[in-house]
């Protein structure tokens, strides 16, 4: 049995067959383009499959596309709702349009929800039935899995784990509001951070460091603090208590099995992970009469999201 896993970016579009294994077996790719109608830009990515599929001569029964939209839809219409970086798909039924091109069933969820699918299924949580996925990138996604499925709320639009407020009129946020954790546990939080540190600290070891990446990133705090700069220490210190403080909200509310980083800033691996579980282990209420939660690393990085939108075929 093989699933098309489709994720669609902001700038390219990636997608691979997928054994009930969760084994990629191919891969495809092809540039998007913002500007085009939807039409045209399915339409190519259609063609691009039914070449993959011949080309393939795969002997296993192909069950149909999962796709992974970075944005809002009707999941049972397959109507894209809004899809912020590819706004001409607005409205789109992109559903019904790769059926009739393919002679495939398609099904589609929110990216970050299929991600979280992807590792729940596949990944390093293939053994918890009840887990999140945060995402720690340029902004902060995720995903819930409640008993092996994705729970994505009313008319499969809740889900936004980046968007809960914890602090009251805090930091703006790109969704308009102010203190959401995003503004606070994102890459470009600490990027912000790590800027604004440096100019009160013109002798921290963050400006060689800058030198040494060519530029500020996400890295350079946590560099800065493995080579015992104290300014590094403090800003990765203030950037743990934001992240766990949200995490602990997510304990408190699901009390799932694991908690899965992944993102820019979970490249840190255990260094990241063992400072936010001292955290939670201190901090969370419930925890020392409760289930523990374990904080771990994504194992299935940029493939995720491919490998989570086959799984809604695969596990329908």
């Known amino acids: 049995m093989i699933a098309i896993g489709v994720d669609v970016g902001g700038t390219s579009i990636k997608g691979a067959f997928v054994n009930e294994n969760g084994e990629i077996l191919s891969r495809f790719s092809m540039k998007a383009y913002n500007e085009n109608s939807p039409e045209d830009e399915v339409g190519r990515l259609c063609d691009i499959i039914n070449k993959a599929i011949k080309d393939g001569n795969f002997k296993e029964k192909i069950e149909g596309i999962g796709i992974g939209i970075p944005g809002i839809a009707d999941m049972d219409e397959g109507r894209i709702i809004t899809c912020p970086n590819l706004p001409t798909w607005n409205g789109f039924n992109i559903k019904q349009f790769m059926t009739k091109k ?10 970050a929800n299929v991600a979280a699918l992807g590792e729940a299924k596949f990944g390093s949580g293939k053994n918890y039935q009840n887990l999140l996925m945060i995402t720690l990138g340029t902004g902060v996604g995720g995903g819930v899995i409640i008993n092996g499925k994705i729970y994505d709320g009313n008319k499969h639009q809740g889900g936004e784990l980046g968007h809960m407020v914890i602090k009251l009129n805090g930091e703006l946020c790109g969704c308009g509001r102010r203190g959401c954790f995003e503004a606070y546990a994102s890459a470009n939080a600490l990027i912000r951070d790590t800027k604004k540190a440096m100019k009160k600290h013109p002798d921290s070891l963050l400006f060689i460091i800058e030198k040494e990446l060519n ?80 904080v771990i690393n994504g194992t299935l990085g940029y493939d995720s999201g491919k490998i989570g939108a086959a799984s809604l075929v695969l596990f329908k």
């Open 102 to 111: 393919t002679g495939l069933p398609v099904m589609l969820n929110n990216d």
């Open 215 to 294: 530029g500020i990133d996400a890295r350079n705090a946590f560099v800065a603090a493995k080579r015992g700069d104290l300014i590094g220490q403090s800003l990765v210190d203030q950037y743990v208590m934001y992240l766990s403080e949200g995490l602990i909200n997510y304990c408190n509310i699901f009390r799932p099995e694991a908690i899965i980083l992944s993102g820019g800033v979970a490249n840190e691996k255990e260094y990241l992970t063992n400072k936010v579980t001292a955290y939670l282990e201190k901090h969370t209420y419930g925890m020392r009469g409760s289930p523990k939660v374990d």
